[in-house]
């Protein structure tokens, strides 16, 4: 089901920065400029969220909230509220108003999606056609083994996008007879927490299709994702053909 978010702020720079941070995500963006009508709007499309900023012309953040909270048919809305301030004062008056989530100026649309995540279920958009163009981003056959390569940056909206091709990959691996897997990380260049747990669903995914896998990656990964307790025992190898020769 395609979610509606409802974005206020009177920077259309930061309007364009939501709508983009949710492109990837099955949503509808809809935008206001003020308070005033972020409130109308909200009664016509009923949004499952709100990403509201506190300063704005003719009627402010904190106003529409105060309104949005006395409306029975708005009140439970989840609302993101955007704020130039990180005083601890600021921030004990936003959760004042009952609000949990709320982000700093400036921030990045992954900031936001890893927040929205927290209370609203993001499916990744399937359309037409670019299922198969995303798949080869990821996905690649070398013979009988199939290679899932992960790029540079793990962020959440990779992740989930991942994680959904992977599903689809794993079935068709078993209708084509292929349980081999090589998890390539040779191009990843920073080893965040998203990645761990990606590298853990790959793993256990695989598993439990009896896919066999095997993980590469530089010297620098292997010794990092040690590090962590979750990867600290996973063979590394060092190239695809090392992983090759191991089946």
Same mark, same amino acid.
């Given at each position: %089901?395609?979610?509606?978010?409802?974005?206020? &702020? &009177?920077?259309?720079?930061?309007?364009?920065?939501?709508?983009?941070?949710?492109?990837?995500?099955?949503?509808?963006?809809?935008?206001?400029?003020?308070?005033?009508?972020?409130?109308?709007?909200?009664?016509?499309?009923?949004? &499952?969220?709100?990403?509201?900023?506190?300063?704005?012309?003719?009627?402010?953040? !904190?106003?529409?909230?105060?309104?949005?909270?006395? #409306?029975?048919?708005?009140?439970?809305?989840?609302?993101?509220?955007?704020?130039?301030?990180?005083?601890?004062?600021?921030?004990?008056?936003?959760?004042?108003?009952?609000?949990? /989530?709320?982000?700093?100026?400036?921030?990045?649309?992954?900031?936001?999606?890893?927040?929205?995540?927290?209370?609203?279920?993001?499916?990744?958009?399937? =359309?037409?056609?670019?299922? @198969? #163009?995303? $798949?080869?981003?990821?996905?690649?056959? @070398?013979?009988?083994?199939?290679?899932?390569?992960?790029?540079?940056?793990?962020?959440?909206?990779?992740?989930?996008? !991942? =994680?959904?091709?992977?599903?689809?990959?794993? @079935?068709?691996?078993?209708?084509?007879?292929?349980?081999?897997?090589?998890? /390539?990380?040779?191009?990843?260049?920073?080893? /965040?927490? $998203?990645?761990?747990?990606?590298?853990?669903?790959?793993?256990?995914?695989?598993?439990? *299709?009896?896919?066999?896998?095997?993980?590469?990656?530089?010297?620098?990964?292997?010794? @990092?994702?040690? $590090?962590?307790?979750?990867? $600290? =025992?996973?063979?590394?190898? %060092?190239?695809?053909? &090392?992983?090759?020769? *191991?089946?």
């Amino acid at each position: %089901m395609t979610l509606k978010v409802l974005s206020i &702020d &009177d920077s259309k720079t930061i309007r364009m920065i939501v709508k983009k941070a949710f492109k990837a995500f099955d949503c509808e963006v809809f935008e206001a400029e003020n308070g005033l009508e972020g409130l109308t709007l909200a009664g016509k499309v009923l949004p &499952d969220l709100i990403v509201l900023d506190i300063t704005m012309p003719v009627m402010t953040g !904190v106003e529409m909230l105060e309104k949005l909270k006395a #409306d029975p048919a708005l009140r439970s809305i989840p609302v993101i509220m955007l704020t130039a301030e990180s005083g601890k004062d600021n921030v004990l008056n936003i959760v004042k108003m009952g609000v949990q /989530n709320y982000i700093v100026k400036p921030f990045k649309g992954e900031q936001l999606i890893e927040r929205a995540q927290t209370v609203i279920k993001l499916e990744t958009k399937v =359309e037409e056609g670019p299922t @198969e #163009d995303a $798949s080869a981003r990821y996905f690649s056959l @070398e013979g009988n083994v199939q290679v899932l390569t992960l790029p540079a940056k793990i962020i959440r909206p990779v992740v989930v996008e !991942v =994680e959904n091709l992977l599903k689809i990959k794993v @079935e068709e691996m078993k209708k084509g007879g292929l349980n081999r897997c090589i998890l /390539n990380l040779t191009g990843v260049a920073e080893t /965040n927490v $998203s990645l761990i747990k990606l590298i853990i669903t790959i793993l256990e995914t695989c598993q439990r *299709s009896s896919i066999h896998i095997r993980v590469v990656g530089t010297a620098t990964l292997s010794t @990092e994702l040690k $590090s962590f307790q979750e990867t $600290s =025992e996973i063979p590394i190898r %060092m190239t695809i053909e &090392d992983a090759m020769g *191991s089946f």
